[in-house]
């Protein structure tokens, strides 16, 4: 895993978040099952990245972070 594909995973989990977020405030449920999972994953292969790469995934995460934080007071 390298830090571009690393930014793709976060790039298409933001997407998901923010589709949930908007089906919650418009009153629909959402399945959220594995979720925990996924940001799991995506932190852990940050960690073992070089810390360079690593770095370089600073906005990034906190992007997905922020769109985390909304989906959470959606809720």
Known sequence: ???DSLREKMKD???VIQD????VRGGKMVDMAGLDRTVTMICN???????DQAHS???AMALLIGDLDNLGRAI
Request: no cysteine; proline share 10%.
């Open 1 to 3: 895993m390298n830090a």
């Open 13 to 15: 989990l933001r997407t």
């Open 20 to 23: 949930a977020e908007m089906s």
């Open 45 to 51: 292969q940050a960690v073992s990245l070089p810390p």
């Open 57 to 59: 995934l600073q906005e």
